[in-house]
């Protein structure tokens, strides 16, 4: 099982969707506690979710985790899943209000940045991380 984890295509151009999904998650989880009323729990709240002190707190952490780890490529398609859920629920959360109070265009160019994400995230869960990255040095090791 994690031989299909770590396993990668050797790409050597995928650390390009990589640095872009990381860094944007990293700086995303990082922004939620240096701006917690208006990236974290305070945006949590305006959107009516639950719960939106616990919520930003562990949505922040896992965007640190998993942004970390896709940049240096460790357990990439794990943190990939995460990403990919991430988005999902926040199109979901913030674009559908926008769909039905401003229609379909200004809904997709409010979501350029999250469908980006969502597509560079099922990217790496499909390919993996690539040639340049910790799980292509440990499926190397592991033969």
Not at 22 to 33: A, H, N, P, R
Not at 78 to 105: C, H, P, Q, R, Y
Request: proline share 2%; glycine share 10%.
């Amino acid at each position: 099982m994690f031989q299909k984890i770590v396993n990668s295509d050797h790409s050597k151009t995928t650390i390009i969707i990589r640095l872009m999904v990381g860094i944007v998650f990293l700086s995303e989880g990082i922004q939620k506690f240096l701006f917690p009323a208006i990236r974290g729990a305070g945006r949590f709240e305006k959107i009516g979710l639950p719960s939106p002190e616990f919520l930003g707190t562990f949505v922040g952490a896992f965007e640190v985790i998993c942004g970390a780890l896709i940049l240096i490529g460790l357990l990439t398609r794990l943190a990939s899943i995460s990403t990919l859920t991430i988005m999902l629920v926040a199109i979901a959360t913030t674009k559908s209000e926008i769909l039905i109070n401003d229609g379909f265009w200004v809904m997709l160019h409010d979501s350029r940045t999250d469908w980006a994400m969502f597509l560079g995230s099922l990217f790496l869960i499909i390919k993996g991380s690539g040639n340049w990255s910790l799980d292509n040095f440990l499926n190397r090791t592991n033969y």
